[in-house]
């Protein structure tokens, strides 16, 4: 079976990676929405793919197992070639799809359904709904698919920003174990949430002798004029 390139994959590449999805963890969010995508159209699977430069990866699938798949080997290799729905009433009949194994054998395709997920300007992977019975979706199950990979797009989004907040956060770990200040972290309140460990190497005290004091009742802040906190300024 043949997939196609786009004539841009260096970066579509470009913008998977930088979502920092591929590879991590299962997470209830994805889940639940590719349930929601399974339960509108009356499918018994559905599956949110990414594809990088040689493999199909499934970062929530429900129906079927999480197979990791040949890029050549898809459905979402050609979704993601086209910006709208791809759907395919019946696999056995198409073409490019009647010898894939997953038409062939389990879990016997019939009914493909895929929108691409473009994000960063490249298209990384597609949300897909998969029946094994031929038929096609009605437009208000077109349509929801469409709405639902949005928000699947939010969520990665979401999740990028959390990645890039991660590794702000130790870039400042690693800053304050080099320079030998001690940093803190304060919740809105100006309580202490977080206290390196450099603290008790210039105090003598643990670091959770402060947790949950306020700045202002902190005495040590006006004695340590060096440190510097990410929360107290």
């Known amino acids: 079976?043949?997939?196609?390139?786009?004539?841009?994959?260096?970066?579509?590449?470009?913008?998977?990676?930088?979502?920092?999805?591929?590879?991590?963890?299962?997470?209830?969010?994805?889940?639940?929405?590719?349930?929601?995508?399974?339960?509108?159209t009356g499918c018994p699977i559905a599956a949110i793919?990414?594809?990088?430069?040689?493999?199909?990866?499934f970062k929530a699938v429900v129906g079927m197992a999480p197979v990791v798949l040949p890029r050549e080997q898809t459905f979402c290799a050609h979704?993601?070639?086209?910006?709208?729905?791809?759907?395919?009433?019946?696999?056995?009949?198409?073409?490019?799809?009647?010898?894939?194994?997953?038409?062939?054998?389990?879990?016997?395709?019939?009914?493909?359904?895929?929108?691409p997920l473009c994000a960063r300007g490249g298209v990384v992977g597609s949300l897909v709904?998969?029946?094994v019975v031929p038929r096609s979706l009605e437009p208000d199950q077109r349509e929801a698919l469409r709405r639902l990979a949005k928000v699947a797009l939010g969520l990665?989004?979401?999740?990028?920003?959390?990645?890039?907040?991660?590794?702000?956060?130790?870039?400042?770990?690693d800053?304050?174990?080099?320079?030998?200040?001690?940093?803190?972290?304060?919740?809105?309140?100006?309580?202490?949430t977080w206290v390196s460990g450099a603290f008790e190497a210039v105090t003598g005290m643990p670091p959770v002798s402060l947790i949950g004091q306020t700045i202002a009742d902190s005495p040590l802040l006006g004695a340590l004029r060096g440190a510097r906190g990410p929360g107290g300024g």
């Open 156 to 173: 990665m989004r979401g999740l990028e920003r959390l990645t890039s907040l991660e590794q702000e956060r130790a870039r400042l770990l």
């Open 1 to 40: 079976m043949h997939s196609e390139h786009l004539p841009d994959e260096p970066r579509r590449f470009a913008s998977l990676q930088a979502l920092g999805i591929i590879d991590t963890a299962p997470e209830e969010s994805f889940d639940e929405l590719v349930a929601c995508a399974a339960q509108l």
């Open 49 to 57: 793919c990414l594809i990088d430069d040689r493999r199909q990866w």
């Open 79 to 115: 979704t993601i070639l086209g910006t709208d729905v791809m759907e395919v009433p019946d696999a056995r009949l198409d073409t490019r799809f009647v010898s894939h194994p997953g038409v062939t054998g389990e879990p016997h395709v019939r009914l493909f359904a895929g929108m």
């Open 129 to 131: 709904v998969i029946d």
């Open 175 to 192: 800053f304050a174990r080099a320079s030998g200040d001690w940093m803190w972290e304060t919740d809105e309140h100006l309580r202490y």
